[in-house]
């Protein structure tokens, strides 16, 4: 399977709209004759199609120089991952492979043909000075058919796709194409072409005192799906992403969680909790490796006595390649599809009636309950302090997502809050990455002693985490101060 990241914009234009010269756009300087092809494509979805909602697009294309099956993730005019595979000879349904990467859009339901979409297309490449390809404009003359309502549609549409260029000649084309009558469009040919069978769902932001609380909730259950393909491959950006949303759902359903069925939020709080565990896994491999790469490869190369990188790289590959495949098998299993289906009933339901204030003093219960527990660690020495300083540490990350909730109506203060609790947050975690790299390192020094190798380097790296660790705690305590100023907070007073 081959995996591209492609950035585009598209366009509509009337029946007398033409292409205007665009050299001098960005750095172009030809622009080429065009290269005429027929395209024939298949969008496959559930009959919800959540595919679309979802920001995917899986389709069996034929015609042009890619056809193949194709799986599209992200929104029209950003960045988009496209992961690509061959067609083969039979027409029965898309490969295992991209099944297993829409599991999360699909909720792990069947999908099945849901539009055709044909263009003809005349395509040309914008180049430079250097005969570099900057960009790719085509123009398509398309026709769609919904496949399960029979409604059919004809447009014409350009698309302009960067190669070698940049958001700036992204930018000095729009300004040309606009001045010859075209307009962007938000969307796909897909959603056009079942736009009307799209309208039947309710996907509108929420309203009332809730909806800021419901909305949010949405925009991390759509991060956990819009990552799940990378994930599943292990993208460590990817992984991240999705941990951080499971993350942010699990603190929203607990400070909200008079919002909803408690017994039933509380359940889905402990999916997410399973889930989170998997990423975890993962993701905690990924940091403490390059951690330790980084700290032995810093050292001078004469206090490195023996193999240590490569002693830690193996540790290190085994415990990834374990933690992706228990990961992989969680994705696969019926329990996750289950568990965001469970979660669509939450943030998408309509919630219990409350007002503001209701919303803004459980965000002030979280921040006096991240206070009050670091607080208590700070009179804590030793490892129990390092405990309670991790727990603190995880109070002030749901306070921070509590603020978020609110920080699109409130504006700058809310952000500025939002800032400093990371900033704190920020330096609690690498206070609890000391410990944890701590441990490590005994233990691998453990296992050289064992094997009969020299451990000197695991003790100077542990004694450099020790010392780092040491300065953490004067520099938590001012970033405390910080996120406790009267008028960082004053918003939430009123």
């Given at each position: 399977m081959a995996t591209v990241?492609?950035?585009?914009?598209?366009?509509?234009?009337?029946?007398?709209?033409?292409?205007?010269?665009?050299?001098?756009?960005?750095?172009?300087?030809?622009?080429?004759?065009?290269t005429v092809s027929d395209l024939d494509a298949v969008y496959w979805d559930t009959d919800d199609l959540r595919l679309l909602r979802s920001g995917h697009a899986l389709r069996r294309r034929t015609g042009g120089h890619d056809a193949g099956w194709h799986l599209k993730v992200g929104a029209v005019g950003g960045a988009r991952v496209e992961?690509?595979?061959?067609?083969?000879?039979?027409?029965a349904g898309p490969p295992a492979e991209l099944v297993a990467l829409i599991r999360g859009a699909s909720r792990g339901r069947p999908v099945a043909p849901a539009a055709r979409v044909v263009n003809h297309r005349r395509e040309r490449r914008l180049r430079?000075?250097?005969?570099?390809?900057?960009?790719?404009?085509?123009?398509?003359?398309?026709?769609?058919?919904?496949?399960?309502?029979?409604?059919?549609q004809t447009w014409h549409e350009i698309e302009v796709e960067l190669v070698d260029g940049d958001d700036g000649l992204l930018d000095a084309?729009?300004?040309?194409?606009?001045?010859?009558?075209?307009r962007e469009v938000p969307v796909s040919k897909s959603h056009r072409a079942v736009a009307a069978r799209l309208a039947r769902f309710d996907d509108r932001a929420p309203e009332g005192a809730a909806g800021p609380v419901l909305g949010?909730?949405?925009?991390?259950?759509?991060?956990?799906?819009?990552?799940?393909?990378?994930?599943?491959?292990?993208?460590?950006?990817?992984?991240?992403?999705?941990?951080?949303?499971?993350?942010?759902?699990?603190?929203t359903l607990r400070t909200f969680r008079g919002l909803w069925d408690r017994r039933e939020s509380e359940a889905v709080r402990a999916e997410l909790r399973w889930l989170g565990g998997e990423l975890g896994r993962?993701?905690?491999?990924?940091?403490?490796a390059a951690r330790l790469d980084t700290a032995v490869h810093e050292l001078p190369d004469e206090l490195v006595l023996g193999p240590v990188a490569a002693r830690v790289g193996e540790r290190f590959a085994a415990d990834l390649a374990r933690s992706t495949t228990a990961l992989r098998t969680a994705l696969d299993s019926d329990r996750y599809p289950e568990l965001l289906a469970r979660l669509d009933q939450l943030?998408?339901?309509?919630?219990?009636?409350?007002?503001?204030?209701?919303?803004?003093?459980?965000?002030?219960?979280?921040?006096?309950?991240?206070?009050?527990?670091?607080?208590?660690?700070?009179?804590?020495a030793g490892p129990a302090g390092d405990l309670a300083l991790h727990e603190a540490r995880k109070k002030y990350k749901a306070a921070r997502y509590a603020v978020e909730v609110r920080e699109p109506a409130v504006g700058r203060p809310a952000a500025r809050l939002v800032k400093r609790l990371k900033a704190l947050q920020d330096l609690l975690?690498?206070?609890q990455d000391s410990v944890v790299t701590r441990e490590v390192l005994r233990r691998q020094a453990l296992q050289a002693y064992a094997e009969g190798e020299n451990t000197f380097t695991y003790g100077l790296l542990h004694a450099r985490q020790a010392e780092a660790a040491g300065h953490d705690r004067p520099a938590v305590i001012r970033a405390r101060d910080r996120a406790r100023r009267r008028k960082v907070r004053r918003w939430l007073r009123g």
């Open positions: 990241v492609e950035r585009e914009r598209k366009y509509s234009g009337d029946e007398g709209f033409r292409l205007p010269d665009l050299t001098g756009c960005g750095g172009v300087v030809t622009m080429s004759d065009a992961h690509q595979f061959p067609a083969g000879e039979s027409d430079d000075a250097d005969g570099r390809v900057l960009a790719e404009v085509a123009e398509d003359d398309v026709r769609s058919e919904d496949l399960v309502d029979g409604t059919t084309v729009a300004e040309r194409l606009r001045a010859a009558g075209a949010y909730a949405r925009e991390q259950r759509d991060a956990l799906v819009g990552n799940h393909a990378a994930a599943y491959q292990g993208d460590e950006d990817a992984v991240h992403d999705m941990r951080v949303a499971v993350r942010r759902l699990r603190a993962v993701r905690d491999v990924q940091v403490m943030v998408e339901a309509p919630a219990a009636e409350v007002d503001r204030r209701w919303v803004d003093r459980r965000i002030r219960r979280a921040l006096r309950r991240a206070d009050d527990r670091l607080d208590a660690a700070s009179a804590v975690g690498t206070h």
